[in-house]
């Protein structure tokens, strides 16, 4: 892996934006700021950049999670309550916009110039090495 870049660089406005687009649109503007010569050079930017990869699959997994709970939970209150239980589908659609909002509140703060800390997926990803 490369060294670790120093995290004392000047934080620029362009850093800023980099860190929301890559919380906001997923995978595509992490990955680009991977690729790129930024994501070798720019401290800021590559921590952004490899932390909402891991809000990308800690979102994948909730959302399947609440997926295979929901459809579960419908079908047997479906079938307990004669057709009324089936209402929960209905009622678990708010919970899917849960994973945007967070992804949202610590795109903010990169754009704030701050290198956040997401409770327990940045420690995971600083003790593999990636961050």
Not at 76 to 81: E, P, R, S
Request: with cysteine; charged share 10%; aromatic share 12%.
């Amino acid at each position: 892996m490369a060294e670790k870049l120093s995290r004392d660089q000047e934080i620029t406005d362009n850093d800023k934006l980099m860190g929301l687009l890559s919380y906001v649109i997923w995978l595509i503007v992490p990955l680009i700021v991977l690729l790129t010569e930024a994501g070798k050079t720019r401290a800021f930017q590559r921590y952004h950049a490899i932390q909402s990869l891991g809000v990308v699959v800690v979102a994948v997994i909730f959302e399947v999670v609440i997926s295979v709970f929901g459809c579960l939970a419908t079908a047997v209150l479906g079938a307990v309550t004669a057709g009324l239980g089936s209402l929960l589908g209905v009622c678990l659609m708010p919970i899917y916009v849960v994973p945007w909002v967070v992804a949202i509140y610590y795109g903010w703060r990169a754009y704030q110039g701050q290198y956040v800390e997401i409770p327990y997926l940045t420690n995971f990803m600083t003790q593999q090495g990636w961050l």
